[in-house]
């Protein structure tokens, strides 16, 4: 559930690198929608007892939405990279 909440609170966050749509989200928005979307998905599915379709939505979830978006945090002109490296 906090993947979740913490995908709803970045919606809210401003893009600050790179281009905007609606002069608000940036690509980095997509890995919080890809969450929102997979998250119901895989619970529906491990519910129906496919634990293929839940394992699928899982992967997704974590490749999108933990290693990429993480990634993406470590892109020069971000906050974190600024911390990390100088």
Avoid: D, K, Q
Avoid at 11 to 22: I, K, N, S
């Amino acid at each position: 559930m906090l993947i979740l909440f913490t995908a709803l609170v970045t919606l809210a966050m401003p893009a600050e690198v790179g281009p905007r749509v609606l002069n608000h989200f940036g690509f980095i928005h997509f890995f919080s929608f890809l969450v929102l979307t997979c998250i119901p998905l895989a619970i529906r599915g491990i519910r129906r007892g496919n634990v293929r379709a839940h394992r699928g939505n899982m992967i997704g979830v974590y490749v999108g939405g933990i290693l990429i978006a993480g990634s993406f945090t470590l892109m020069p002109g971000r906050m974190l990279h600024e911390w990390l490296f100088g």
